[in-house]
């Protein structure tokens, strides 16, 4: 297996965190920039196109499987060139411009739910699910992993805990939202709060303000790896962007949420939220409405038990557990069919 990657690219850390091996090529995205830019930009595609080509040529692969972004537009290329199957998953509601134009290209395309489908011509869909990490869904299986896990970050049963983040970069807008309610927050729940780099050193000192027995219900992060599964285990409502994770990871756990789309992803997050909305698993606060509507939102579901249940069910009725397994098996039949 390789991975395929942009350079510069903040997958790369988390890639060969994971043992895979990586290689990285040059692609930018065109939209919205200048004439200057887009220039520059469709300079790095053929030098994307270029590199990729040389990659296959080493690499030799029998299939190539892709998740969408710019980075994958001279890679699909070089790959259908050297007569070599495209599988492409779309984890997201609506597919962006990378993948409406790679699809063409695809022998099939990987979706996360059914409404998706429309966007691409018939028979060429497979709906999967959102895959997650195997890790998770270990811990989900077990009830008990939930006190384990509230133990293991220092909290109790008495008050039930909000999760708050806002991706691998944080958002701002959630950050001063919550803090600028934050002992209205602490009167009734527990919060874990993970804040990004950017905003980690200032949350970290309005943590510092707080007397010290709010303190102890209020844990502060820049970041999580691998202690994010505890952290969604234990929480009883997260407030968050809507990337597309929250389509697996929230109703394998059946956790309710508040989900304030990132304005500027196109219509991605927000296709996002609105799905689990009308699935009532989830509440949606414009990202410009954070700070009129998100303490009332918050406290209104963390203190009402029944709310929160229905909501956990309604999620958890969205659940694909087997998502990863339906991918795998997609890639198999695709990647042998490609090879008679």
Same mark, same amino acid.
């Given at each position: 297996?390789?991975?395929?990657?942009?350079? &510069?690219?903040?997958? @790369?850390?988390?890639?060969?965190?994971?043992?895979?091996? !990586?290689?990285?090529?040059?692609?930018?995205?065109?939209r919205?920039?200048?004439?200057?830019?887009?220039v520059?930009?469709?300079?790095?595609?053929?030098?994307?196109?270029?590199r990729?080509?040389e990659?296959?040529?080493?690499?030799?692969?029998?299939?190539?499987?892709?998740?969408?972004?710019?980075?994958?537009?001279?890679?699909?290329?070089?790959?259908r @060139?050297?007569?070599?199957?495209?599988? !492409?998953?779309l984890?997201?509601?609506?597919p962006?411009l990378a993948?409406?134009?790679?699809?063409?290209?695809?022998?099939?395309?990987?979706?996360?739910?059914?409404?998706?489908?429309?966007?691409?011509?018939?028979?060429?869909?497979?709906?999967? &699910?959102?895959?997650?990490?195997?890790?998770?869904?270990?811990?989900?299986?077990?009830?008990?992993?939930?006190?384990?896990?509230?133990?293991?970050?220092?909290?109790?049963?008495?008050?039930?805990?909000?999760?708050?983040?806002?991706?691998?970069?944080?958002?701002?807008? #959630?950050?001063?939202?919550?803090?600028?309610?934050?002992?209205?927050y602490?009167?009734?729940?527990?919060?874990?709060?993970?804040? &990004?780099?950017?905003?980690?050193?200032?949350? @970290?000192?309005?943590?510092a303000?707080?007397?010290?027995?709010?303190?102890?219900?209020?844990?502060v992060?820049?970041?999580?790896?691998?202690?994010?599964?505890?952290?969604?285990?234990?929480?009883?409502?997260?407030?968050?962007?809507?990337?597309?994770? #929250?389509?697996?990871?929230?109703?394998?756990? &059946?956790?309710?949420? !508040?989900?304030?789309?990132?304005?500027?992803a196109?219509?991605?997050q927000?296709?996002?939220?609105?799905?689990?909305?009308?699935?009532?698993?989830?509440?949606?606060?414009n990202?410009?409405?954070?700070?009129?509507?998100l303490?009332g939102?918050?406290?209104?579901?963390?203190?009402?038990?029944?709310?929160?249940?229905?909501?956990?069910?309604?999620?958890?009725?969205?659940?694909k557990?087997?998502?990863?397994?339906?991918?795998?098996?997609?890639?198999?039949?695709?990647?042998l069919?490609?090879?008679?």
């Amino acid at each position: 297996m390789l991975w395929v990657g942009s350079l &510069g690219g903040m997958e @790369q850390g988390l890639v060969e965190r994971a043992g895979l091996k !990586i290689e990285l090529i040059p692609a930018t995205g065109v939209r919205g920039k200048n004439p200057l830019a887009i220039v520059g930009s469709i300079w790095s595609l053929g030098r994307g196109y270029r590199r990729s080509q040389e990659i296959i040529r080493q690499f030799q692969p029998d299939l190539l499987f892709i998740t969408g972004g710019y980075v994958c537009v001279p890679v699909t290329l070089a790959a259908r @060139q050297a007569r070599i199957p495209v599988v !492409i998953y779309l984890p997201d509601i609506e597919p962006g411009l990378a993948i409406k134009f790679l699809a063409r290209f695809a022998d099939k395309v990987a979706i996360t739910t059914a409404e998706t489908a429309r966007f691409f011509k018939p028979g060429l869909t497979v709906v999967t &699910g959102y895959p997650v990490r195997m890790e998770l869904l270990s811990a989900a299986a077990d009830e008990a992993n939930k006190d384990a896990a509230r133990r293991q970050l220092g909290l109790t049963n008495e008050w039930p805990v909000l999760l708050v983040f806002g991706g691998s970069r944080g958002a701002r807008s #959630i950050n001063r939202a919550v803090t600028d309610e934050l002992e209205a927050y602490l009167k009734v729940c527990q919060v874990i709060h993970i804040s &990004g780099e950017l905003d980690a050193g200032w949350v @970290q000192a309005r943590r510092a303000e707080l007397p010290p027995e709010l303190q102890a219900r209020y844990q502060v992060s820049a970041y999580l790896h691998e202690e994010m599964i505890t952290a969604l285990l234990v929480a009883d409502l997260v407030v968050s962007r809507a990337g597309a994770s #929250i389509l697996g990871e929230y109703p394998l756990l &059946g956790l309710p949420s !508040i989900l304030a789309p990132y304005p500027y992803a196109g219509t991605h997050q927000a296709l996002n939220a609105a799905y689990l909305a009308r699935q009532q698993a989830a509440v949606v606060i414009n990202d410009a409405d954070l700070n009129r509507d998100l303490k009332g939102a918050v406290i209104g579901l963390i203190t009402d038990e029944k709310k929160l249940q229905t909501m956990r069910q309604a999620c958890k009725n969205l659940a694909k557990p087997d998502a990863a397994g339906r991918l795998a098996r997609e890639l198999l039949e695709v990647g042998l069919h490609g090879r008679n």
